[in-house]
């Protein structure tokens, strides 16, 4: 199971809100068959989904930020809850080796928004006059 391929898509989005969106979906997705098996997978998927909706929320908000150090925070909790999501997915896929072979895209798609939230971050963090709006 890809993330991109549960929202029918072939390729990972470049806009990272769609990204996130489509790793939200794959995290549902991911879970509904885990909540079935037993009440302590099914307490781990609701972590699972409560951090992995949050990124791509964080992500929308940051859009928003009214200012840009508002904008790195709401990156920066994003960042968190993706490594957040990243550690339940590993745990349950260690829980329960049946789950392993569908948490491992999973895993690895954590793994590269938490990069490209890290150097985003960076980025914004570096450059004094990005995001910046003229007033």
């Not at 200012?67 to 329960?96: G, H, V």
């Not at 491992?104 to 995001?131: D, F, W």
Request: charged share 25%; hydrophobic share 45%.
């Amino acid at each position: 199971m890809k993330a991109a391929l549960i929202c029918g898509m072939s390729e990972k989005p470049y806009d990272l809100r769609a990204r996130s969106f489509l790793y939200a979906c794959g995290i549902v997705s991911f879970t509904r068959r885990i909540a079935e098996r037993d009440h302590i997978l099914r307490h781990l998927a609701w972590q699972l989904v409560d951090a992995g909706g949050a990124v791509g929320a964080n992500l929308e908000e940051s859009v928003a930020g009214q200012t840009k150090p508002d904008f790195i925070t709401k990156q920066f909790i994003a960042l968190k809850e993706a490594r957040e999501a990243r550690f339940w997915l590993r745990l349950i896929a260690a829980s329960d080796l049946s789950f392993k072979a569908d948490a491992l895209p999973l895993i690895q798609e954590s793994t590269e928004l938490i990069a490209i939230l890290t150097a985003s971050i960076k980025t914004a963090k570096s450059n004094p006059n990005r995001g910046e709006r003229d007033r």
